[in-house]
């Protein structure tokens, strides 16, 4: 279970099944009683807060964050589909991060998980139809990047990209299984 996950999952348990106040070591010994907070329900994920409904407001809020987009590059472009195989990505995000954005990604409906059947305790991750419609949108910020910044991708390799760009697609929608 993630490190997220465990937490929420084992503080819901401590609170619901605590049917008296807990106690609390006392830095100078013995025990004093302490209160317990609960905290409030999350926001539904069908109908999340917004800032604001411009559309480019709510895209950054579903795929802005600084991971997001690379999780789903090393998807899409690197075939990776398990933690581990994201933890080891050039950029070496850290494993509460990693974590954090899958659900995330999972919950906003860019990514599916599975568990493996060989190992119950590997979870494969896979695009979504919504996921893989971000794959355009990932090219064209590749040739932003190509036109105005020093990067390590061959610029033919980007031109060949956008070149062929809904094939790209087509050919990702085969990958995935999503003909």
Known sequence: MHVKRFREHYFEKTVSQTPS????????????????VKRKPKASKKSPQRRSRCPLNIALEVFGDSWSLLIL????????????????????VSTNI?????????ADGLIHATRCSE????????????GLDLAPVMVVMMQWTDKYEAHSVPGSKIAEMVKHRDSLVSELMVQFDMV
């Open 21 to 36: 106040v807990p106690l609390q070591r006392k830095p100078q010994g013995g025990w004093e009683e302490r209160e317990i």
């Open 73 to 92: 590059r090393d998807m899409l472009f690197k075939g990776y589909s398990t933690f581990k195989q994201f933890r080891s990505s050039n950029e070496t």
């Open 98 to 106: 990693l974590a954090d954005r899958l659900q995330k990604m999972t």
């Open 119 to 130: 190992d119950r305790r590997v979870i494969h991750y896979h695009p979504t139809r919504k």
